[in-house]
C-alpha cells in the first residue's frame, strides 16, 4: 500500500521560500507509469495542481507557478521536494503531494488522475 507524507514548516514569512518533502513508502518514486505532483487548495477555493516530478526526474509545472516553483527529488531517500519562493499570503494554502498516473499522448507524457493522496499539511504565509 502507498502511502505519501508531507513535511516542513507551517509558517513561512512572506518573500521568503516555502519548502516542503513528501516522503513516499510502498513504492518507489522510479517507478514507470507514475508522476508525483504537488497539489495545493487555498482556504476557500478549489484544488490547484502546482506540477510533477516524473519516474525519470523530468518536471512540468503550472504554467501559473512555474517561475516560482522547483520539484526535485532524493531517490536514496524516496522522497520529492518543492520549493515555491517569493511567497505571498495568497500562498497560505493546505498542501499535498501524490502519486498520479501518467500516460503518453502523441508523444507527449500526459498526466491524469490521482491514485494516492497525502494527508495535506497546511501552509500559513504571514508576517
Known amino acids: 500500500q502507498v502511502q505519501l507524507q508531507e513535511s516542513g514548516p507551517g509558517l513561512v514569512k512572506p518573500s521568503q521560500t516555502l519548502s516542503l518533502a513528501c516522503t513516499v513508502s510502498?513504492?518507489?518514486?522510479?517507478?514507470?507509469?507514475?508522476?508525483w505532483s504537488w497539489i495545493r487548495q487555498p482556504p476557500g477555493e478549489g484544488l490547484e495542481w502546482m506540477g510533477v516530478?516524473?519516474?525519470?526526474?523530468?518536471?512540468s509545472y503550472s504554467p501559473s507557478l512555474k517561475s516560482r516553483t522547483v520539484i526535485s527529488r532524493d531517490t536514496t531517500k524516496n522522497h520529492f521536494s518543492l520549493q515555491l519562493s517569493s511567497v505571498t499570503p495568497e500562498d497560505t494554502a493546505v498542501y499535498y503531494c501524490a502519486r498520479v498516473f501518467r500516460g503518453m499522448l502523441s508523444g507527449q507524457r500526459v498526466y491524469y488522475g490521482v491514485d494516492n493522496w497525502g494527508q495535506g499539511t497546511q501552509v500559513t504565509v504571514s508576517s
Open positions: 516530478i516524473d519516474y525519470d526526474g523530468d518536471t
Open positions: 510502498g513504492d518507489s518514486i522510479t517507478t514507470n507509469y507514475y508522476g
